[in-house]
């Protein structure tokens, strides 16, 4: 299996809603690594995780909470989400991060969310 | 700071047509250059990377340090090269962070 899969594919929810994201990947890669892509913009990292450890967090607000409990999910907790969230979230992996690390990273096809 | 940059948000050209994608980037470090695409309804999906060194689907990217450059070519366009083209630059020397530049649509007419 060498894609990045996410569910749901589209996610509507109100601005008191809980819900969450879902990132899964079989090809055996140490990092993942969430991403926010507005309309017509470029993907912006929110957070990396390396061997199910954050690794990074780019300043994301506390409304979203990432989660990784095995090496072949991530997950991202939404609570509390503003209109302005709304964007295609992306999920990738690659094989390794850090020094000497293969940068290669594979996408997920995203999950659609609007925050009504 | 590190940066990249895409200078043309469209480039549009006739099927058959050159052509060839900008990209500038900033960075005081040794980097790696990619070139992703995502073509509509489809995936971000990575096309080019500069240590490949490689030719895929026709498109060819080469680095130059000296004018820090990573432009993307083609020399005979097809309407299915229609997609969106980003280029990233990664960060080396302990964490690999993926910068991405503002992307340009190529759009190929016939």
């Known amino acids: 299996d060498t894609e990045v899969t996410q569910t749901p594919k589209h996610l509507v929810m109100g601005m008191t809603n809980k819900k969450s994201l879902k990132c899964e990947q079989h090809m055996g890669h140490r990092a993942m690594y969430w991403y926010k892509q507005k309309a017509k913009k470029p993907p912006e990292l929110m957070f990396v995780?390396?061997?199910?450890?954050l690794s990074i967090n780019e300043s994301v607000p506390s409304r979203f909470s990432p989660e990784c409990p095995n090496s072949s999910l991530l997950n991202l907790h939404l609570h509390a989400l503003q209109p302005e969230d709304s964007a295609l979230y992306l999920c990738a992996s690659s094989q390794t991060w850090g020094a000497g690390a293969k940068n290669e990273q594979y996408f997920g096809p995203g999950t659609r969310l609007t925050v009504t | 700071a590190q940066r990249v940059t895409q200078p043309e948000k469209l480039l549009s050209v006739f099927k058959g047509a050159p052509v060839e994608l900008k990209c500038n980037y900033s960075y005081s470090g040794s980097p790696e250059l990619f070139w992703y695409v995502q073509y509509s309804r489809q995936r971000l999906q990575l096309l080019l990377r500069h240590i490949s060194r490689e030719s895929i689907k026709g498109f060819t990217a080469d680095l130059n340090k000296g004018e820090t450059s990573f432009h993307l070519k083609k020399p005979f366009a097809q309407e299915e090269d229609s997609a969106m083209y980003y280029c990233a630059l990664g960060f080396s020397g302990g964490y690999n962070k993926l910068i991405f530049g503002a992307g340009t649509r190529l759009a190929v007419h016939p």
């Open positions: 995780y390396s061997y199910e450890k």
